[in-house]
């Protein structure tokens, strides 16, 4: 099985835009879908949004209009496309399939 790993974080401006990826295992991909969190310094880890394998996507309310989730079953990718951030939006990225956690992607946003 693929431990998940995700890419794409960086620094950006806010009101900037940052796609984040996430290499899935397939088999657990297709059991459970997957979802993507946050965790901001000080703060708890909290949900952003969430892939099923049928491709219903789902988001948080504060994330809402800013995010997309997306993927790409040939490459076994899934994508964050995040627009229009703030400096609210500085965390840890993180992907999750099943009970499998990535090690996280920073991402900054400047004010």
């Known amino acids: 099985q693929v431990q998940p790993v995700e890419s794409g974080g960086g620094l950006v401006q806010a009101g900037g835009s940052l796609r984040l990826s996430c290499v899935v295992s397939e088999s657990l991909f297709r059991r459970y879908g997957m979802g993507w969190y946050r965790q901001a310094p000080g703060k708890e880890r909290e949900l952003v949004a969430t892939l099923t394998s049928g491709g219903t996507a789902s988001y948080s309310d504060y994330m809402k209009g800013r995010v997309t989730i997306f993927g790409d079953n040939a490459k076994r990718m899934v994508y964050l496309q995040m627009n229009n951030l703030s400096p609210e939006d500085t965390a840890v990225y993180y992907c999750?399939?099943?009970?499998?956690w990535g090690r996280g992607t920073q991402v900054t946003v400047s004010s």
């Open positions: 999750s399939v099943g009970h499998d």
